[in-house]
Each structure stands twice: as C-alpha cells, then as structure tokens.
C-alpha cells in the first residue's frame, strides 16, 4: 500500500471538489445578485442554513465544510495505513492526533457556544 499515492490522492480530490463547491456557489450568487445596484449590500448577518439549498452561499459553505475536513480525512487514512501495517507507535500517534482534531471540529463550538 503506497500511502503517499493515496493520501496525495485524497489531498488532490478534496480541494478540488471544495474549488469547485467554493467558486460555483460564488458565481450563482454573483449571478442572482448582480442585477442590484449594490451586490456588497447584502445582509450577511441571516444566518446561512445547511438546509437552505436555494442560498448559493450554502453551496460555498459545503466547499468550506469539505476544505475542513481534508486533514481529518487524511488522519483517518493514516489511522487505517498504520493499522494495517502494524505500526503500533505511529497508529497510536495517529489516534491521539484524529482524537484531538474530532473533538476541536464536533465538542468545542458547543463549549464554547
């Protein structure tokens, strides 16, 4: 298992799928607003829901979302490489890592929310 391949893989695959959400969801909301007099005008303090799929600004927040969790996605790879190479040191290492980067990403907003 060559894990270089598969984690430039993941890199190379994720930031363009995020590129791609990112700069679609921009143009489409360019697009709708252009017609205003002034696109800078609109109100960004409405909260932009993850449901919401008619907001093009939802769109670019997917992209973020996956811009997110490359490195998470990349850990976990490392976690099933080193499982699989029996590489006790660096899967635990791996652990520690995935452990911390979940709990900054899914329990600290809510402490801190």
């Known amino acids: 298992m060559d894990e270089k391949k598969v984690i430039s893989t993941t890199l190379r695959i994720g930031v363009i799928i995020s590129t791609i959400l990112i700069v679609s969801g921009m143009l489409i909301f360019v697009a709708l607003h252009s017609s205003s007099k002034d696109i800078y005008s609109y109100n960004t303090s409405v909260s932009v829901s993850l449901l919401d799929y008619k907001n093009p600004l939802t769109i670019s927040l997917y992209g973020l979302i996956v811009l997110i969790l490359i ?6 790879e490392q976690v099933a490489i080193y499982a699989y190479e029996r590489d006790k040191v660096y899967l635990i290492l791996s652990l520690i890592v995935l452990s911390i ?6 329990v600290m ?4 929310h």
């Open 101 to 106: 980067m979940l709990f900054a990403i899914l």
């Open 71 to 76: 490195p998470v996605l990349i850990v976990a």
């Open 109 to 112: 907003p809510r402490i801190l």
